[in-house]
């Protein structure tokens, strides 16, 4: 299984930035994916998620609105859109992965993830 984040930089404060991360080697039917970020010195905290299978979404109060999360199932690609970002978004964001059809209140939970991709920094500053 490999994930490969990518799309992270420097984005101005209401600008708009879009994440991907390619999936290869799962058993999508049944995967979850997921985005984390993390800052210095601070636990992986949860921000999006997709069911691979019927699109359903999850987000986290504050990313709701600003951030969508969606998947291409003919690209195995997951995206985050990230739409006036502000500087406390500011983090390495990381895309995640499990394929046991986690139940919802587990979605938010790093350890329901066994597979991570590599990060990608991103820098919200003026």
């Known amino acids: 299984v490999q994930l490969q984040a990518s799309g992270g930089g420097l984005v101005q404060p209401g600008g708009s930035l879009r994440l991907s991360c390619a999936a290869s080697g799962l058993a999508f039917r049944s995967s979850t994916l997921a985005w984390f970020r993390q800052t210095p010195g601070k636990e992986r905290t949860f921000v999006a998620a997709?069911?691979?299978?019927?699109?359903?979404?999850y987000r986290t109060d504050s990313a709701k609105g600003r951030f969508t999360v969606s998947r291409d199932t003919a690209k195995n690609t997951l995206y985050l859109q990230m739409i006036n970002p502000e500087p406390e978004d500011t983090a390495v964001y990381y895309c995640?992965?499990?394929?046991?059809?986690?139940?919802?209140?587990?979605?938010?939970?790093?350890?329901?993830?066994?597979?991570w991709g590599q990060g990608t920094l991103v820098t919200v500053s003026s």
């Open positions: 997709v069911r691979w299978t019927g699109a359903s979404t």
């Open positions: 995640a992965a499990e394929t046991r059809g986690a139940i919802l209140s587990s979605l938010q939970h790093v350890k329901t993830y066994a597979y």
